[in-house]
């Protein structure tokens, strides 16, 4: 893999990271329950802290990182919260969103994992998705509690 298709490779998983970053910022603000509230905070800053390092690697192989989001989060951002605002910010409606989001996020993850990156960058990502599917896990496991 040229140094060029990693450092793409490298910033579609930045503008994913950030689109994550950004929902569970959005849903953080959306609900009281302290459990969810931490979860969603917690998730968010995760998610900023992996821009970080998808960055610096990109830095590092000389490219310009990625700095914004993709219309497709953008998009899944503006159906969350409108389905937030019609829902009357339903829990199980954000987290049913969020699941969708983040199995999105593992899938992508899993693409990129399939390329023939340098080694390190190879661990780094590997990771990230592990990160990933714990937290489309965890979001799972919520919104089965909230269901019951």
Same mark, same amino acid.
Not at 11 to 14: P, S
């Given at each position: 893999?040229t140094?060029? $298709?990693?450092i793409?490779?490298l910033?579609?998983?930045?503008q994913?990271s950030?689109?994550?970053e !950004?929902?569970?910022?959005?849903?953080? &603000? $959306?609900?009281? /329950?302290p459990? +969810?509230?931490?979860?969603?905070?917690?998730?968010?800053q995760r998610?900023a802290e992996?821009? =970080?390092?998808?960055q &610096?690697e990109?830095? %590092?192989?000389?490219?310009? #990182? $990625? =700095?914004?989001?993709?219309?497709?989060?953008?998009a899944? !951002?503006m159906w969350t919260n409108?389905?937030?605002?019609v829902?009357?910010?339903d829990?199980?409606?954000?987290? @049913?969103e969020c &699941? !969708?989001?983040?199995q999105? *996020?593992? $899938?992508a993850?899993?693409?990129? +994992? @399939?390329?023939d +990156? #340098?080694? /390190?960058?190879?661990?780094?990502v590997k990771?990230q998705?592990?990160?990933?599917v *714990?937290? %489309? /896990? %965890?979001?799972h496991?919520l919104?089965? @509690?909230q269901m019951?």
């Open positions: 893999m140094n060029e $298709e990693t793409s490779v910033n579609d998983l930045i994913l950030k689109d994550g !950004r929902e569970f910022h959005d849903c953080a &603000e $959306e609900v009281t /329950d459990e +969810l509230l931490k979860f969603f905070t917690e998730t968010s998610c992996g821009v =970080t390092m998808l &610096e990109v830095r %590092r192989l000389g490219g310009d #990182p $990625e =700095t914004k989001a993709v219309f497709s989060g953008a899944h !951002r409108l389905k937030t605002v829902a009357g910010a829990k199980g409606s954000i987290l @049913q &699941e !969708r989001g983040e999105h *996020a593992v $899938e993850y899993e693409k990129a +994992l @399939q390329e +990156l #340098p080694t /390190d960058i190879h661990a780094m990771m998705h592990h990160g990933v *714990a937290n %489309r /896990d %965890r979001v496991t919104l089965q @509690q019951q």
